[in-house]
Nanobody, 123 residues
């Protein structure tokens, strides 16, 4: 089992940056794909980024490609999401999640979820 805790959210102006962290517990953390998803009020939860269990392969939604960077440190049981050039439409609650499956963009392939952290981008 994996427990996940997000941190690093906050209020930032458009064009600014934030770094989200996802801290995990559990000895098998390195065996999971870790994904970031977000959900704005009235919207479905959507894929943002994911990283393979080894950390070698990142995946990004088209909407964040070139602006966000996902990394992980398995020795620290942590995954990070560096968010640059933030836009008001990036405003949402951001969740990290863990999956054993290869369909990294699919919400229901993730078994474990954090509680989320709010990101608000003002215009």
């Amino acid at each position: 089992q994996v427990q996940l805790v997000e941190s690093g959210g906050g209020l930032v102006q458009a064009g600014g940056s934030l770094r989200l962290s996802c801290a995990a517990s559990g000895r098998t953390f390195s065996g999971y794909v870790i994904g970031w998803f977000r959900q704005a009020p009235g919207n479905e939860r959507e894929f943002v980024a994911a990283i393979s269990s080894s950390g070698r392969t990142p995946y990004y939604a088209d909407s964040v490609k070139g602006r966000f960077i996902i990394t992980r440190e398995n020795d620290k049981n942590a995954v990070y999401l560096q968010m640059n050039s933030l836009k008001p439409e990036d405003t949402a609650v951001y969740y990290c999640a863990a999956s054993r499956f290869s369909q990294v963009m699919v919400v229901n392939r993730y078994s474990y979820w954090g509680q989320g952290t709010q990101v608000t981008v003002s215009s």
